[in-house]
């Protein structure tokens, strides 16, 4: 596996709640940091949430204290817990090395949400 899979999105009301999940090469995913980035419709693609490989996390001031990114190191699996959802929310969530590598892009997850 080179690229990610992302899963977990869907359609969900404002206020509500969806956990995303990400698999990524153990090779990339052991020894770097990671990062949810997002791409609204029409607008460039921004890193969202970052995470360390010691666990260190930093959020985008959109999403902070709404979002929570983690990852489980034996799983090669990192997610994205979202809360509070709001209709600006909306968008495909994709998860990569930080910085990013082009090759890791997946296919994303459509997080769509409602007012």
């Known amino acids: 596996q080179v690229q990610s899979v992302e899963s977990g999105g869907g359609l969900v009301q404002a206020g509500g709640s969806l956990r995303l999940s990400c698999g990524v090469s153990?090779?990339?995913?052991?020894?770097?940091?990671m990062g949810w980035y997002r791409q609204a419709s029409g607008k460039q693609r921004e890193l969202v949430a970052r995470i360390t490989t010691g666990g260190s996390t930093t959020y985008v001031d959109s999403v902070k204290g709404r979002f929570t990114i983690s990852r489980d190191n034996a799983q090669n699996t990192m997610y994205l817990q979202m809360n509070s959802l709001k209709p600006e929310d909306t968008a495909v969530y994709y998860c990569n090395r930080n910085p990013p590598l082009t090759y890791i892009w997946g296919q994303g997850t459509q997080v769509t949400v409602s007012s």
């Open positions: 153990g090779s990339i995913f052991r020894f770097n940091d």
